[in-house]
């Protein structure tokens, strides 16, 4: 009982977040998300558990328009930045390779760079060296993004 | 006016002196037998920190005080000179002292505390053992260790005024370098990281950095570029997309360096109006 509990907050709070962000509510989906990184106990792997199913029924509701791809695009770019804000790397990890995907699948370079340099951070922090420098590789030599505190370099990482 | 019951007092400390006068001149300080007991683990020493602090605990937890064992040396124990006496388990070994040559090559530091040189943990016997300690702490092992005693009590420290302290040893010297544990190979690739990623390190990166401005300015311009693209470019901010220099595609980056100011990060401003006039001055 205790962990089918566990299941519904779990896919609870995977809902509300994905709601909040498709609904542009940034900053509510970042507190929420910065909520349930203090809950829980250090140590632990940082996983919102049934991010993955959620996020599938939430985008099942898009159409497969260009219009409507860009936009599941562009809430789960900003989905995976307020997650690896909180060092939710592994999920940001999956949702940014689903970016990657679709910018590829759809010729949308818009998000492609940024989404490959954040994955690289992502999977230096969980400790992946091997796919950290093949994914670093994709991208190229100079690229720079914005990160909240500043500018970086894809070769300072 | 000292009354009756203070000179009682300090006769009973006098005879106390002297009783552990005669104990220290009981032993036999210059007895071969005070070369330190010779670790038969020594050589094969657990590796690591965490091994030998193990091997630590394990030889602690073999001293263990055994009631009901005054026999004669109860009376000892109403010596006032001695804070504590602590009972040694291992009957029957023969009694051992420490040399007073040894003995005055204890750093001060540990001569001058409150842990006395006869006391189990200064004797190695199961509490602590020196060798162990010294491997532990990165410095050679001192020969002031001795092998165990009887049942003897012995004391753990002195009451200031008993018994006079032993002349103090040479200047303390740096503390002992303590050996720090290996870090893995995988803690250090998350260090790196941690010093790029902004909400841990600030202040690393090109273009500002430690300012909650900026850092305001580079939230607001991802929400900005992103729900413009989301939404066909449409957006009351100058958003793009436009082509680069580079001949790269239009993207997030190029968006929000457009946004900002350029004191966080965001690109010059560019005055020049083009000969068509159709292009607006801003960051691009």
């Avoid at chain 2, 002992?176 to 998350?190: D, N």
């Avoid at chain 2, 090109?206 to 992103?226: I, L, M, N, S, V």
Wanted: aromatic share 6%; proline share 8%.
């Amino acid at each position: 009982m205790a962990g089918e509990n566990q299941d519904d907050a779990d896919s609870s709070l995977s809902s509300q977040a994905i709601s909040l962000i498709f609904d542009k509510r940034y900053e509510e989906a970042r507190t929420l998300i910065e909520l349930e990184q203090g809950r829980l106990l250090e140590g632990e792997p940082y996983r919102l558990l049934t991010l993955s199913d959620e996020l599938h029924r939430a985008l099942e509701r898009f159409d497969k328009d260009i219009a409507s791809i860009r936009r599941v695009m562009a809430h789960l770019y900003m989905l995976s930045v307020l997650l690896m804000d909180s060092d939710f790397w592994s999920d940001a990890d999956r949702i940014l390779q689903r970016v990657i995907a679709l910018s590829l699948e759809n010729d949308e370079t818009f998000f492609l760079s940024e989404c490959r340099f954040r994955r690289a951070i992502c999977l230096r922090a969980l400790g992946h060296v091997e796919e950290f420098r093949r994914v670093k590789a994709e991208v190229p030599v100079g690229t720079s993004i914005l990160l909240d505190d500043g500018s970086h370099r894809i070769e300072d990482l | 006016m000292a009354t009756p019951n203070s000179l009682r007092t300090y006769d009973l400390l006098q005879q106390a002196i002297e009783q552990q006068r005669a104990l220290q001149q009981g032993d036999d300080w210059n007895s071969p037998n005070l070369v330190p007991g010779q670790n038969p683990d020594r050589d094969q020493a657990p590796q690591g920190l965490l091994g030998r602090l193990r091997a630590l605990l394990t030889e602690q937890s073999q001293y263990q005080p055994v009631a009901g064992t005054d026999g004669p040396e109860s009376a000892q124990s109403l010596d006032p000179n001695f804070r504590q006496l602590s009972r040694v388990p291992i009957a029957g070994r023969p009694q051992v002292a420490v040399d007073p040559s040894n003995r005055s090559a204890v750093p001060s530091d540990l001569a001058g505390g409150d842990i006395s040189l006869n006391s189990p943990i200064a004797t190695g016997q199961g509490a602590v053992r020196p060798q162990t300690t010294s491997r532990l702490l990165g410095i050679p092992a001192q020969s002031w260790t001795v092998t165990p005693s009887s049942m003897t009590p012995v004391p753990v420290g002195w009451r200031l005024g008993g018994v006079p302290f032993p002349v103090p040893g040479p200047p303390l010297s740096p503390p002992p370098r303590i050996p720090v544990p290996s870090v893995p190979e995988w803690w250090k690739v998350a260090g790196k990281l941690l010093q790029l990623y902004p909400r841990v390190f600030s202040g690393l990166a090109a273009g500002g950095g430690d300012d909650e401005e900026c850092e305001k300015q580079r939230r607001k311009a991802r929400e900005t570029c992103t729900e413009a693209y989301a939404d066909g470019w449409k957006s009351d901010h100058d958003v793009g997309p436009y082509s680069t220099s580079s001949g790269d595609t239009w993207s997030i980056d190029d968006c929000m360096r457009g946004l900002v100011s350029e004191a966080c990060g965001g690109n010059p401003v560019d005055n020049e109006p083009r000969k068509n006039g159709r292009r607006k001055p801003g960051r691009r």
